[in-house]
């Protein structure tokens, strides 16, 4: 145990900080000396009146001693992500665009993991984000995945929450055949088995895409040859 030590006093620092905490904590600037008294008291519950009488010094340790205690993880039991379906795999989408701050508990929920300590909620999305990329990777085709982009595009801006919902909700109107009444139960299916089915749908597509290209190119040679 991490203890901070105030005024000849020993305030212990904790190792499993809840969700709350972790929540609040993620709210400040870690670098902003402002900010370090109210880090301290989330993580340890030190009055902040203690914190008042501490020098700068001593809160900037204890900052870095909480910084510190939030890189812990602790493994927990999930379930095979594999296994998921594919409106669990757009739900986690949207909730990561929102960003963890936010949505955590309800990425939690969606994962069916139960916890309340955010030393075992970030390892187990960390370790979802790992697979999510793979993910990514095995279908890099049907995504357009580069994950090695040659140049940086400095007015790409990162998607939000409702570009997000936008572009799955035109994937899954596709699925249904444009009709709303089957996107839910397409939404349950298995996410493997409708990304391979999208994958075909690309390819096929392509594939009459190159006919057409290639039909036309020939009917350009012939009229060009008359």
């Not at 700068?56 to 992500?81: C, I, K, N, S, W």
């Not at 909730?95 to 309800?106: E, T, W």
Request: glycine share 4%.
């Amino acid at each position: 145990m991490i203890h901070l030590k105030i005024d000849n006093k020993k305030f212990p620092i904790t190792e499993d900080p809840t969700l709350d905490q972790w929540q609040k904590m993620m709210s400040l600037d870690f670098e902003y000396k402002g900010h370090w008294a109210t880090l301290i008291n989330i993580a340890t519950g030190v009055p902040l009146d203690v914190l008042a009488v501490a020098t700068d010094e001593q809160l900037r340790l204890g900052a870095v001693l909480v910084t510190l205690a939030l890189q812990r993880r602790r493994e927990v039991p999930v379930v095979d992500f594999n296994t998921l379906n594919l409106g669990q795999f757009i739900d986690m989408e949207y909730y990561l665009a929102q960003g963890l701050q936010k949505s955590i508990r309800k990425c939690l929920n969606t994962l069916e993991v139960e916890t309340n300590t955010a030393t075992e909620a970030l390892w187990v999305i960390e370790r979802y984000s790992q697979w999510r990329d793979n993910i990514y990777k095995q279908y890099a085709g049907l995504f357009n995945y580069d994950p090695q982009p040659l140049e940086e595009d400095e007015d790409s801006k990162p998607q939000t929450p409702f570009m997000i919902a936008k572009a799955w909700y035109r994937i899954l109107v596709d699925l249904s055949g444009s009709d709303p009444l089957k996107i839910d139960s397409i939404t349950k299916q298995p996410l493997k088995e409708m990304f391979n089915y999208l994958a075909m749908k690309k390819d096929i597509a392509q594939e009459e895409l190159n006919q057409k290209k290639q039909q036309q190119r020939e009917y350009e040679l012939q009229r060009n040859r008359r």
